[in-house]
């Protein structure tokens, strides 16, 4: 992170895929440049897939900075879901090369961070930041999410996206628990191991 703090700067943070049996939770963090806004931003849960894949460039290229990180199938398991994704979200700040001066969080938990930060309830909604956040972090879980599909086109991972629809369920009960792709720590998964 460059030390010449952008003090006056704000930071919006969001998650993505805290919800989903399957693949890592990703988080992102974004400056955006007041002189060169993106039009169109709203909580990526709001928006259609095509909406959200033509924002995520003009984000990545009009924000003073940006960055993604995740947390694995494996840290998920062995923290826990929240803990799991405020690690991503400690990471992408971390990744910044920019040092904002508040970092602005979608929800009510903050990450352990050096610098001034605040959780803003309904934030993904209501502050251009987090939104582009959201918009971000759901477009690069998604595209793994893709990729995934493409080695295990069995459970539907294009469709559903890891969440437990009644199809990736019977899916799941169909072909097995991958190793590292499953959280096993998740009721539904964990009731299927115990049940081989």
Request: contains cysteine; hydrophobic residues 45%; positive net charge.
């Amino acid at each position: 992170m460059d030390l010449c703090a952008a003090s006056g700067l704000i930071c919006g943070v969001d998650e993505a895929g805290r919800g989903p049996l399957a693949g890592p939770v990703y988080a992102a963090a974004v400056i955006l440049d007041p002189a060169n806004p993106v039009e169109g931003l709203a909580d990526s849960k709001k928006l259609s897939e095509k909406a959200r894949d033509r924002l995520a460039p003009l984000i990545r290229e009009r924000a003073l900075s940006w960055a993604v990180a995740s947390a694995s199938v494996e840290e998920i398991d062995a923290l826990n879901i929240l803990q799991a994704t405020l690690l991503a979200m400690r990471r992408a700040i971390e990744a910044l090369s920019l040092l904002p001066g508040e970092v602005l969080v979608d929800g009510t938990h903050c990450p352990r961070v050096a610098l001034p930060v605040r959780a803003v309830v309904k934030g993904d909604s209501t502050v251009a930041a987090i939104s582009a956040a959201s918009i971000l972090a759901k477009t690069a879980r998604d595209a793994e999410m893709l990729r995934l599909h493409v080695q295990y086109p069995q459970y539907g991972l294009d469709r559903h996206k890891g969440y437990p629809t009644a199809a990736h369920l019977a899916a799941l009960r169909e072909h097995g628990v991958l190793e590292n792709i499953y959280r096993r720590s998740f009721t539904p998964v964990r009731n299927l191991l115990k049940q081989t």
